[in-house]
């Protein structure tokens, strides 16, 4: 199952210059189904999916209004093979 990018814009820090929408490979002018788009006063994410995660609009957010929490594939992680241990019992 493809996991899909989870893009989180804060809005209290958008300050609406509209760089990632001109920046993003997915979105502005020309594109049939953008992931950002300008919405009231803040950019707004339209198409989850449509995302491919190159992080161009996190790097060049100039107010750091963009973040993107990769989910999980679906896979299972490896088990923990070295496990903790207290520190203070060195054996
Ligand atoms: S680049 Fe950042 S501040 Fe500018 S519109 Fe996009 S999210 Fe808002
Ligand atoms: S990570 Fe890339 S494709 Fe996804 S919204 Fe940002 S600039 Fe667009």
Redesign the pocket.
């Known amino acids: 199952m493809p996991h899909v990018?989870d893009?989180k814009v804060i809005k209290e820090r958008c300050v609406a210059c509209g760089d990632?929408i001109t920046?993003?490979?997915?979105?502005g002018e020309g594109s049939t189904s953008p992931?950002?788009d300008m919405g009231e006063g803040t950019v707004a994410?339209l198409d989850y999916e449509?995302?491919?995660?190159?992080?161009?609009?996190?790097e060049?957010c100039r107010a750091a209004a963009?973040h993107?929490v990769q989910e999980a594939s679906g896979h299972e992680g490896q088990p923990d093979l070295y496990l903790t241990r207290p520190v203070n019992r060195i054996v």
């Open positions: 990018p893009i990632c920046l993003c490979p997915q979105s992931v950002l994410v449509a995302c491919i995660a190159c992080y161009t609009c996190v060049y963009i993107i």
